[in-house]
């Protein structure tokens, strides 16, 4: 890696923006940070032919572009597009990239480059499978969809924990996801709202689409959240049970989408230690589906 220099704004490609989503609340909070002269973190380029073609630092360039600069601090990371990419994914590590970051670089790879899956797996030190989960994540992602995610209209999260796992159940939910998702976008509701919403709209059935097609979301919202909010208070036994039941209910959509992402087990740690638990829950599994059972009778 290169050391830091300075370079005309202007000079920049910006051709891999279409590839990171937009967050416009950590845009401006970045926005007021370097308004009041924090320190900024070099962008990080691949020099392309003489080009600086940015890799990462897209919100960052955007700010400045607000601010009227006109010079730009960089590293440059690679001599050439492929490497630039494969060395910004093992510098981020699946730490600072999101799975829409990761799946779109390793597209560009595979598409535009020719690089086969196992080549790219190898590059990472991935496993293949892990390089085909993310080709496949894009290809099953509606254009529509992705547009709304790349210009920040609808949050990534929501995408992934409220709206992509009823898909992966039943794929004639498709066009289904990409309607939900236009209709949504123009509420700018809550990530908590969305969710609500999401599960009336897959599950709810025919009748409760039509309402919230006519624009009844909002009404439906407050429904929903009115035994939560208003009414008779709940003893503080009620209040901790609701409490767990909500946290499972979260846990059970990350733990579906995890195991659902996740690359084969390759550590002999995790296989003994997700092993036992594993057995422990499926063994608790049956007195808790009763225990549900019951109380949802009861209310």
């Not at 254009?143 to 009823?166: C, D, N, Q």
């Not at 709209?201 to 919230?212: D, K, M, N, T, Y």
């Not at 909500?246 to 995790?270: G, N, V």
Request: net charge positive; glycine share 6%; with cysteine.
């Amino acid at each position: 890696m290169n050391s830091e220099q300075q370079i005309e704004l202007d000079q920049l490609d910006t051709r891999f923006e279409s590839l990171k989503t937009r967050d416009s609340g950590v845009e401006g909070r970045l926005f007021c940070a370097l308004e009041r002269g924090e320190v900024l973190d070099p962008l990080l380029v691949a020099m392309e032919n003489e080009t600086p073609l940015l890799i990462d630092g897209f919100k960052r360039l955007r700010c400045l572009k607000k601010l009227k600069w006109s010079m730009v601090p960089c590293i440059t990371i690679a001599t050439s597009t492929t490497d630039g990419i494969l060395e910004w994914l093992k510098l981020t590590g699946g730490k600072r990239a999101t799975l829409y970051e990761e799946a779109g670089f390793v597209s560009e790879l595979h598409k535009v480059h020719g690089m086969s899956p196992s080549v790219i797996a190898d590059h990472l030190r991935r496993s293949k499978s892990w390089v085909c989960m993310r080709l496949q994540f894009l290809r099953s992602l509606p254009s529509s969809v992705r547009k709304a995610l790349e210009t920040g209209e609808f949050p990534l999260h929501a995408w992934m924990y409220s709206v992509r796992p009823f898909m992966r159940v039943n794929g004639e939910t498709r066009a289904l996801a990409e309607e939900f998702v236009a209709l949504a976008k123009k509420q700018r509701s809550t990530l908590r709202e969305i969710d609500l919403l999401a599960h009336e709209w897959f599950q709810g059935g025919e009748e409760i689409r039509a309402s919230i097609r006519r624009g009844n979301g909002a009404y439906l919202l407050a429904h929903l959240q009115a035994p939560v909010s208003s009414g008779e208070a709940m003893s503080s036994e009620e209040q901790q049970l609701f409490k767990h039941l909500m946290s499972l209910q979260d846990l059970i959509r990350k733990i579906l989408h995890e195991a659902r992402s996740c690359e084969k087990p390759r550590s002999k740690t995790f296989k003994a230690q997700a092993g036992v638990a594993c057995k422990t829950l499926l063994g608790g599994w049956p007195a808790l589906k009763q225990s549900l059972e019951k109380l949802h009778d009861q209310c």
